[in-house]
């Protein structure tokens, strides 16, 4: 028995979870196949993934078409119907064409399919856009056998489009959490007089960095002793710089460029509290699992599940004065506190967002499509 996988393009921190599910599968006789295009978006992530599993990719390119930016995936299309897969998981792309014509071949071939989606809109979209995106994702949905969420915040909006919660799987959006748990099990935080703030992530406008730095700003002002690392690479990496150092506080708002790996243990290590204010997710995880504090957004849909006495949760994206005032709260706190919070992390990542509770998550969805 065969299953495909279908991404847009495959990041590198997908790796150990794809090489995992591929040998978890074998023990069934399923053969997993990962088919993806190349990266065309703004957001810079590494693509490098050589793993253990079967990795077949394939030239993406894009056409715009009014307010639309269509993308279609050179090869996939063709390879996906000489393969006689058993089975599909898609992380449908509501404008990839090709994506979308595998799913319409798999419903007339009735190869029964699996959406995974964080369930994330944006904001930026014209509303004829939206309102296309919105059907086209609504129908790859409820056709599918099962959809995969990031957490409950999207079980319960496919939950509203009418889909069946046995039908709803959530599998938290995770990176190898197990290993940086394992790797910072003797390693207790420690707190100085200055507080170190963190972000990771893609530099791009979704982020809302401008209001976490306006935040910080109002922090030093006040005279609280504080530094902001923001670690990342994007877009609007320059404009930050700009605004930055117009605003003189380029000794406090520290840009280090994109870390990988090994890289940016340092950072996660030195840090105090995490800080999110937009979109995002897997460096939550990470964070988390390295025993940091967090102040979130709902993010990619899955901050509402993990924050519990370990930090602060903001309803709000891009809200700077609620960012200043949690951040306040948490330098104020007494390293107790500090060390509870950070504990509590821990705790929640390992129990809802472990590598292996995803892995199972997926292979008991990929068994009962066969």
């Known amino acids: 028995m065969k299953i495909a996988y279908i991404y847009a393009n495959l ?138 969420t990031y957490g409950s915040f999207y079980k319960k909006e496919l939950i509203k489009k009418g889909i069946n919660s046995d039908q709803i799987i959530i599998a938290q959006n995770t990176i190898n959490v197990d290993y940086i748990l394992k790797k910072n099990m003797n390693i207790n935080k420690l707190f100085s007089s200055k507080t170190k703030i963190l972000f990771v992530g893609a530099i791009i406008k979704g982020k809302l960095l401008k209001s976490s730095i ?36 380029d000794d406090i708002v520290i840009f280090h460029g994109p870390k990988y790996n090994d890289d940016s243990i340092k950072y996660f290590r030195e840090a105090d509290v995490f800080l999110l204010a937009g979109t995002g997710g897997l460096a939550i995880n990470e964070a988390m699992a390295y025993g940091l504090s967090i102040i979130t957004t709902n993010a990619d849909g899955t901050g509402c599940d993990l924050i519990d006495g370990n930090g602060y949760y903001m309803e709000n994206m891009g809200d700077s004065e609620l960012q200043y005032e949690m951040l306040k709260k948490f330098i104020n706190l007494s390293d107790e506190d500090k060390i509870e919070m950070s504990n509590r992390s821990k705790e929640i990542i390992k129990k809802k967002a472990s590598l292996l509770n995803m892995v199972n998550k997926h292979k008991i969805t990929c068994e009962n499509m066969m």
């Open 11 to 148: 990041p590198q921190y997908r790796k150990d979870f794809f090489n995992n599910l591929s040998l978890s599968l074998q023990n069934d006789n399923i053969e997993l196949s990962v088919l993806h295009g190349t990266n065309l978006d703004k957001k810079i992530v590494k693509q490098d993934n050589v793993g253990e599993f079967k990795r077949i990719f394939f030239k993406s390119y894009s056409k715009k078409l009014i307010s639309l930016n269509l993308t279609f995936i050179r090869g996939l299309y063709k390879y996906f119907l000489n393969n006689n897969y058993d089975a599909m998981v898609i992380s449908y792309m509501s404008t990839n064409i090709t994506m979308l014509r595998i799913v319409l071949y798999c419903l007339v071939k009735k190869i029964p399919y699996a959406t995974w989606r964080c369930g994330y809109n944006r904001s930026d979209y014209s509303n004829l856009s939206s309102k296309i995106r919105y059907l086209l994702i609504s129908f790859v949905e409820k056709k599918a056998a099962y959809n995969i």
């Open 214 to 249: 306006n935040a910080v700003k109002k922090l030093y002002d006040k005279g609280y002793e504080i530094v902001f690392d923001i670690v990342g690479d994007g877009e609007i990496l320059d404009d930050l710089k700009k605004y930055v150092q117009k605003m003189a506080i």
